[in-house]
């Protein structure tokens, strides 16, 4: 039998609960959604596994297509001219771009599982390829000016060894503006449990240092470059368009264009949309959570595009370079994995007429 006293008391606690639940629901508060954080983006496992397969193909294709570049314009048995010597070091740069795909490739499906210490090292060497290859981009453009625009003051100067220096400070360069990599880290995402290697700053100052590292990529990495790659060729394919003999000029500038156009077309997306984020991060432009979400979606995918550049500049050379696809059949000749044929009297004048280069 219940006790009525204990009965009484349920029944009063009872009532007061329901109470004070009845005053705390309906109290007046709203949350402001401009407060609010937004819903950071991630992909389906779907395509998760076709970034990864996309990422494995590119560094299948790069790695053997870099070392043929780098062997056919290495090995060619003359002094190199400085436009293929900086070919050969932007094939160097795509190497190391293509040696941090496998890393990727485990990341978007697995996490970062590699380590902190791996994380800042992959980092480093993607910015490293980065900033050396339009730096490369950039000497070529200024040495097919000189050589064609400026042709008198060319041939006095001592270019080959001036482009052996040129090289070292492309890669001192490089190696400085790639430095702020080492503040990237493994630590696990907050919209999943899996770790992921990506930019961590002191709260205090990572706006201060975010926006310092983004000025440095954006000036040196692609405006300034662009800026002087833009004009140079303007210049130079002006000139060849009123000289004689400048169509078979023409021929040789192909490959040269080519890579500068795939470079920025495999780039100036990521360029685009990071400069976007810049302007979100620092307030200088109003977004809501549907733009954020668009622009970290656009960032995932114009990075991918990026990463594509490794393996490009090979089929560009095979496709595009005449005299190059005959230094690799001579090489294959050489070596027995061909079989050996005379090479005709037309084509060893042909050979002789193009502008000295082992790659145009």
Known sequence: MTDPYYSSLLLNFSDIYGELNFTYNYTEFFPDPATQPCDTFTAPDVVM?????????????????????????GMSGQQLNPSDLYLLNLAVADLLLAITLPFWAVSVTQGWVFGDAMCKTVTVLQELSFYSSILFLTCISMDRYMVIVR???????????????????????????????????????PNSSHLVCGEKYNPSSADDWRLATRILRHGLGFIIPLAIMVPCYGITIQRLLHI?????????????ISVVVAFLLCW????????????????????????????????????????????????LYAFVGEKFRKRLEQKLRKIGLLEKMSVSRSSRSSLSSEITSTVM
């Open 244 to 256: 004689r003999g400048g169509f078979q000029r023409q021929r040789a500038m192909r490959v040269i």
């Open 268 to 315: 100036m997306p990521y360029h685009i949309v990071v400069m976007t984020d810049t302007f979100f991060r620092t307030k200088m432009v109003n977004y809501g959570c549907s733009d954020r979400m668009a622009v970290d979606q656009a960032m995932f995918a114009t990075q991918s595009l990026g990463l594509l550049h490794s393996c490009v500049n090979p089929v």
């Open 49 to 73: 596994l076709v970034v990864c397969t996309f990422y494995i193909i590119v560094f299948l294709l790069a790695i053997p297509g870099n070392l043929v570049v780098g062997f056919v314009i």
């Open 151 to 189: 042709a008198m003051e060319a041939r006095k100067a001592n270019r080959q060894v001036v482009s052996w220096g040129v090289c070292a400070a492309v890669w001192i360069i490089g190696g400085l503006l790639s430095l702020p990599g080492f503040f990237n880290s493994s630590f696990i995402s």
